[in-house]
């Protein structure tokens, strides 16, 4: 199976938009969407309708920020402008897609034997993974052998194997890990719509689960607009500002 594997686009159509562009023209037999499709950017409708409309199968679970626009939780957590940008987001979402958000599951998610998707960690999915120890409780709580999560916007690997865990940030334009038998992984694809590694390109990754092959991709996109959206539509600057940093 080949899965496309996209996480935390956070309402920046011109950054969903130029992953879709690079990916349209491969095959998937799957598409996993790891939560957070909306909060802190100005296109929310047309990244939610975006994912409504991917081809063949999509398999999705929700994120922290997708939970609060649609009012499943309060926000009471959150900072101030993701908090400003999750009610703008709540009062401009449509109807449909308002029911979509919220109907999105709670993960983790089994997609094959051995395979799980969720957004935070599997065992809390508002728990941020980010350290060896998060990774500790985990393959000590949880027993699938490969978990694709999000939420931290930090594109990364954890690796169990007898020797300890091996935890990594992935860099660069791109980066291909080979999975090893015998070893279990918590793999992190980034942010799509809102990058914290200090890399402003969305990310994204691609698995083959038959050669057992993962890749980390960046892409190119018009930060510029994204920006011009964020400050038009009367959101907190400082969520445009952070686009251009990767923070």
């Known amino acids: 199976m080949r899965y496309l594997i996209l996480s935390d686009m956070h309402g920046n159509w011109d950054a969903f938009a130029a992953v879709l562009r690079r990916v349209r023209r491969k095959r998937f037999d799957t598409t996993l969407v790891l939560g957070d499709l909306v909060g802190y950017g100005a296109g929310p409708n047309q990244v939610v309708e975006a994912v409504k409309n991917l081809e063949g199968p999509v398999e999705v679970v929700r994120g922290n920020h997708d939970k609060v626009v649609c009012g499943l939780e309060d926000g009471s957590n959150f900072n101030q402008p993701a908090l400003a940008a999750a009610r703008w987001t709540a009062d401009r979402l449509t109807p449909a897609n308002m029911r979509y958000v919220r109907q999105m599951p709670l993960g983790p998610m089994e997609i094959e034997e051995h395979l799980h998707i969720c957004h935070g960690s599997p065992l809390d999915e508002d728990t941020y993974v980010f350290s ?17 999560f999000g939420h931290t916007h930090i594109p990364s690997l954890f690796v169990q194997q007898p020797k300890g865990i091996e935890v990594a940030v992935v860099q660069g334009e791109s980066f291909t890990l080979k999975l090893e038998e015998g070893k279990r992984y918590l793999l992190n694809p980034g942010s799509i719509g809102q990058p914290r590694d200090r890399d402003p390109r969305a990310a994204y990754i691609t698995y083959d689960s038959e050669t057992r092959t993962v890749r ?30 990767g923070i």
């Open 132 to 148: 060896i120890y998060d990774a500790y409780e985990i393959f000590t709580n949880y027993n699938a052998e490969v978990v694709f």
């Open 216 to 245: 980390w991709h960046r892409v190119d996109y018009a930060i510029s607009k994204a920006q011009e959206r964020i400050v038009k539509s009367g959101l907190p600057k400082v969520l445009a500002d952070r686009l251009a940093l």
